[in-house]
């Protein structure tokens, strides 16, 4: 799944912009809204999730289809030997895309990226409607999983198990593009080094290549001097007194995949920016190049007001200026793939990602507490609930996030779901298929689930499967509220029982308090400023004394949206070391403070 790329043999047009917009509220067959302009005059923004933009309860807890539509002129210069295509980055949680009166694709998975050939139903210099329905619905058969419920007045309401606000929509880009006949269907590189020379092990595939028609690979470094260069479509390049892609100090080299005519003509040409570095787990150690690295940093969301999970640039930057300024070195994706920019914004700037995929809330044992009573006298891994049809949709999730994600130097763990009810039994006949799945898409990185505090090392069924132990902990907060002094024995105790059992790294995935911001307490009150710096230096205090804890990333970076429904939430998450417009509470010059001291030790 190569990111549409405007080089000297593809071009790519933005089709970002303003919408027209429309809810379906019956039947999106019978309707067919496709067929003709849409009906009313709303118009709504890409990317963006729709959900805040309108203040028409209607549409902002709609379940079901919605439908964007817009004009798209094929550029007159595009020849008829080429292939064009539409890349829809999301589409929340289902797309479809109609040319016209064509329907031409469906997709399911809210947060992974996928084309529409539109070459046989356009013409180049002529205009095309083009619609795209999404939906929003989520069942025990998608990737997270929900439950829709119909009401007495027959309209449908959305349950879900996980903490976050169900944004829907096209909250990334849309594209058209070229691709030249003859072209690089896909490139993968794995990067190694011996010595004081990096190797880059690449394959690429390709369409279909006439006699004599081969594939070349240049490599560039980043003043733009060629350092190697191979042919065939599988090799390796070795790069001499290579520059490392490190932890705060990123190197990128471009890796330039051609294909070329017998007669040596360039047909198609390809760039993959790759970071040399090498990933390894040994015994409780991270290593990254060869050295042990320890987490810093935030689980994090895509989560702004009115835009939703829109992807935008300016919030980006500003995210990764506080990252720096909070002496920050990596982020978790959770509880989704984000946008691809944000993953070669982290690749460029030698911040480290967990990359997660959407695999969040399969657990009915929390959400029997939290959420509503549901499923709570039935079991989480079963046919009624989560089945072998969820874990065909989660090992497509897995795909589509390997696929997209293999080649960020950024990414050094994978983690296949996040707290998943893994002391229940079918945990385990669950996810070793995944972690197999996982493993064989790409041998290259370690992979990891994130643990939820309900099963711990005495009874949890899978954590031997993964690399390293990921815990999300609220010691002190969900348990022990307030008390910090139980909280920080219980919590170094279980700390101590983990690595006892399993030998293993971990990395504190999740740790944090609700915290309102200007809220003081000299009493230090659960939600207050206080509070929040005091269960921190608590957490701190006990991975200090733990050595098999290499990461701390704290929940959350910013305050964030969740569902409405939840008595335990105001206006949303309130865990933010930042507000949801990112301004910084109390605790945010503790952590620059701690994490600066971490940086000097590493
Ligand atoms: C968790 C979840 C996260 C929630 C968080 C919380 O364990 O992984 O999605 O937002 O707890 O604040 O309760």
Request: aromatic share 0%; charged share 0%.
């Given at each position: 799944m190569l990111r549409p790329q405007s080089t000297a043999t593809r071009d790519l047009v933005s089709l970002d912009g303003v919408w027209k917009f429309a809810l379906v509220r019956d039947s999106l067959e019978t309707e067919a809204p496709w067929t003709a302009a849409l009906p009313g005059s709303l118009e709504a923004p890409v990317p963006a999730s729709y959900n805040d933009i309108f203040l028409d309860p209607a549409i902002h807890n709609h379940v079901g289809w919605v439908c964007y539509q817009r004009r798209v002129v094929v550029p007159r210069g595009w020849t008829r030997d080429e292939r064009y295509f539409l890349r829809i980055e999301a589409a929340t949680h289902k797309g479809r895309v109609y040319i016209n009166d064509t329907f031409v694709t469906e997709h399911v998975g809210g947060y992974t990226p996928f084309d529409a050939e539109v070459t046989q139903l356009v013409r180049p210099g002529e205009a095309f409607r083009l619609t795209i329905a999404v939906n929003n619905e989520l069942t025990n058969t998608t990737i997270p999983p929900g439950i829709i419920r119909v009401e007495a007045g027959g309209q449908k309401r959305q349950q879900y198990f996980h903490d976050f606000y169900n944004y829907a929509g096209l909250a990334r880009s849309v594209w058209l593009y070229s691709l030249p006949t003859k072209h690089v269907a896909d490139v993968t590189v794995v990067t190694d080094v011996q010595g004081a020379t990096g190797i880059l092990r690449y394959d690429v595939q390709t369409s279909e290549l006439g006699a004599g028609e081969t594939v070349h690979v240049t490599v560039r470094d980043e003043a733009d001097a060629v350092v190697g260069e191979a042919a065939g479509a599988r090799g390796a390049v070795h790069i001499d007194k290579a520059t490392l892609w490190k932890p705060g100090a990123a190197y990128l080299y471009q890796l330039c995949a051609e294909v070329r005519s017998a007669?040596?003509?360039?047909l198609d040409t390809y760039s993959v920016a790759t970071g040399i570095r090498t990933v390894e787990v040994r015994g409780t150690q991270f290593l990254i190049n060869g050295q042990p690295f320890f987490f810093t940093g935030f689980g994090k969301h895509e989560d702004t007001a009115i835009r939703g999970k829109g992807h935008d640039p300016a919030y980006m930057v500003h995210d990764f200026q506080l990252m720096d300024w909070i002496n920050a070195n990596s982020f978790r994706t959770s509880h989704y793939p984000y946008a691809e920019e944000v993953m070669d914004f982290a690749d460029r700037h030698g911040i480290v990602v967990i990359d997660e995929t959407p695999a969040v809330g399969l657990n009915l044992a929390v959400n029997s507490g939290f959420f509503e009573g549901v499923g709570k006298d039935s079991c989480t891994w079963s046919p009624e609930f989560i089945n072998d049809d969820t874990r065909a949709a989660h090992a497509a999730s897995i795909r589509e996030l390997v696929a997209r994600d293999k080649n960020h130097a950024c990414v050094v763990l994978w983690s296949i779901a996040n707290e998943p009810s893994t002391n229940e039994p079918g945990a385990r006949e669950y996810f070793a298929p995944l972690v197999a799945l996982a493993r064989e898409l790409d041998p290259s990185r370690p992979v990891a689930y994130i643990n939820v505090m309900f099963a711990n090392y005495d009874d949890d069924l899978v954590a031997d499967l993964f690399d390293v132990v990921c815990l999300n902990r609220y010691y002190g907060w969900y348990v022990h509220t307030g008390d910090l002094a139980t909280a920080e024995a219980k919590f170094e105790a279980e700390l101590r029982g983990w690595d006892r059992k399993y030998g293993k790294p971990i990395i504190m995935t999740e740790y944090g308090a609700d915290t309102l911001a200007g809220l003081r307490s000299f009493y230090n009150a659960p939600w207050s400023e206080d509070f929040q710096v005091s269960y921190y230096n608590m957490c701190h205090r006990v991975h200090d004394r733990v050595p098999a804890v290499v990461g701390e990333q704290v929940w959350n970076f910013a305050d964030f949206q969740t569902a409405a429904s939840h008595v335990f939430r105001v206006d949303g998450n309130k865990k933010g070391i930042f507000t949801r417009d990112r301004k910084p509470k109390t605790i945010a010059a503790v952590l620059r403070a701690r994490w600066s001291q971490k940086l000097l030790d590493q």
């Open positions: 007669a040596g003509a360039m």
